[in-house]
């Protein structure tokens, strides 16, 4: 019985807490992120301003809401690859995976959301802030993985220099995805250029960089 009541407790939690997170994200997509005050999503949610904050420290935090679980999904991607597989090939396939407006049914839904998510963040200063903050922290946990694995110490250069590479593939291809967002590019053709763009990025690393870029 105790279990029970715990386990309802916690759905209500969870519940509230989508509910507060996917308010914020329409007010956000409607009105831009630097418009909207933490009192309008709570009077919106039904909720207290403490409440918001209670799950969401921070404003932020209220549109990045699922990045948290994306790390947890990266690392684990990472952990748990097979025996003789590759940090590299494992990362590969976790980041070429089709996820979020990519793995969206509709291609007209889908290019609206990109776009909405895209145009939300670059015009918001706060958003990049924080985008390069959770970039940061999901490189220093990918590192501290790494370290772990291969039994370095965790102030060693090497993972470090692993993590921030694979993750600057992650980096550059949203990148990608914005600059082509904002010339007019829409999900049904974005989709295989991301692939062929991941691919070749991950190509790279995989071949070394000795002899890229040598001066003729």
Avoid: C
């Avoid at 939690?13 to 709570?42: M, N, P, S, W, Y």
């Avoid at 470090?160 to 590019?185: D, F, N, P, Q």
């Avoid at 062929?196 to 870029?213: C, K, N, W, Y």
């Amino acid at each position: 019985m105790i279990r029970s009541v715990t386990g309802l407790r916690e759905r209500k939690k969870q519940q509230t807490r989508d509910l507060i997170a996917k308010t914020a994200r329409d007010l956000f997509f409607k009105r831009g992120f630097e418009a909207v005050t933490v009192a309008e999503i709570a009077r919106a949610a039904d909720v207290s301003e403490k409440t918001v904050f209670n799950y969401f420290p921070t404003k932020e935090e209220l549109f990045y809401s699922r990045l948290e679980a994306f790390e947890e999904e990266l690392l684990a991607a990472i952990r748990e690859r097979e025996p003789g597989e590759s940090v590299l090939a494992a990362f590969g396939r976790f980041v070429l995976d089709p996820r979020g407006v990519f793995a969206m049914q509709s291609a007209t839904d889908a290019t609206e959301r990109l776009r909405t998510i895209n145009r939300v963040i670059t015009e918001s200063p706060a958003l990049l802030a924080r985008e390069r903050q959770v970039f940061a922290q999901y490189t220093e946990s990918l590192a501290a993985l790494l370290a772990e694995e291969t039994g370095v110490d965790p102030d060693d250069v090497e993972p470090h220099v692993v993590a921030s590479a694979l993750l600057g593939v992650h980096r550059s291809l949203i990148e990608y995805v914005r600059r082509r967002v904002a010339a007019g590019a829409g999900v049904p053709e974005l989709g295989p250029e991301l692939r062929r763009q991941g691919e070749r990025a991950l190509g790279l690393l995989e071949r070394g960089l000795g002899e890229h870029g040598i001066k003729r």
